[in-house]
């Protein structure tokens, strides 16, 4: 992934403040990130703020959506699909940010590479990225005939706005496989929704945990990678139960890493856990012909 200070190069006196405060804190042995890591989404946010702000915009209780003219017709329905993620991802987290958050809109891939350099992959309907959820607009990927209740269930914004959510309440602390496995996990939960393909089985060859948590982008196997991400959250909350999960994430705001969380809060070695969560996910979650048949 790209590195923050791409993104504020522009912003002097906030990249200028953030050094100062970086190399302050770096000689005091704490780990800076938990504090210094919302400063520098903050003013990524601020940036993506100021560069959008002349955009057509609607308000809804938890959201700023900004948008083109070109996705008027279809921002009320983003905005409601926003709504509707907003009680089942803080439920499950525990945890609400403060202040409305920014969504933006897209209005088709070569808009959303233009802004980023990047577009996703060619099948991404939107990232989360500098503490603002951004999409691709329906009108590039949904049918037609698709409803609301169809767009909420297959949408990206239950997804996106859990990794706004565990960003801002762990402050940054966690790894990319975590936040892919949470996502997913509440989208199951509020929406039924899983990413089963042909190619992301899990009763044959899978990647390792160490895998996953050291070049989880690069992995060629990218369906895989998503589902045993999913695999290993959702053993945590389906065998040893939903306090579990929460715990585990209560060590992530205290700044625990991942691996220290789940070894605390299961009362087991990665290892271990790493074996249980697959052999678990093998008999337990959908296999792709179950689906097809
Ligand atoms: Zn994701």
């Known amino acids: ?65 900004r948008y083109t003219p070109a996705d008027a017709d279809v921002v009320d329905m983003v905005a409601a699909a926003a709504e509707a993620a907003y009680k089942p991802v803080t439920t499950a987290l525990a945890y609400a940010p403060k202040g409305k958050s920014l969504v933006l809109i897209y209005p088709d891939r070569q808009a959303m590479k233009k802004a980023y350099g990047w577009e996703g992959g060619a099948n991404a309907m939107g990232f989360y990225w500098g503490g603002v959820i951004q999409i691709l607009s329906p009108k590039a990927w949904l049918e037609n005939s698709q409803s609301l209740e169809q767009f909420i269930a297959v949408g990206p914004l239950t997804h996106e706005y859990t990794h706004l959510v565990l960003d801002c309440m762990t402050r940054g602390n966690y790894s990319r496989w975590f936040t892919e496995g949470l996502a997913q996990y509440v989208e199951y939960k509020a929406n039924g929704y899983e990413w089963v393909t ?26 895989l990678a998503y589902r045993q991400s999913l695999a290993a959250v959702r053993y945590i909350a389906a065998v040893h139960g939903d306090a579990k999960l929460a715990q585990v994430l209560s060590y992530l705001m205290s700044g625990q890493q991942v691996e220290t969380a789940i070894e605390k809060s299961l009362d087991m070695d990665y290892a271990t856990y790493e074996t249980m969560a697959m052999l678990w996910a093998k008999g337990n979650m959908k296999q792709y012909s179950k689906i097809a048949n």
């Open 1 to 65: 992934m790209r590195s923050v200070m791409q993104f504020v190069s522009g912003n002097i006196p906030v990249i200028a403040s953030l050094i100062v405060i970086c190399l302050f804190f770096s000689m005091i042995p704490l780990r800076p990130q938990l504090w210094l890591y919302p400063l520098v989404r903050q003013a990524v946010a601020l940036k993506i703020d100021y560069q959008t702000k002349n955009m057509l915009a609607k308000e809804t209780p938890h959201f700023v959506i």
């Open 198 to 223: 042909a190619d992301n089985g899990l009763a044959g060859k899978v990647y390792s945990l160490k895998e996953l948590e050291e070049d989880f982008d690069g992995l060629p196997n990218q369906a």
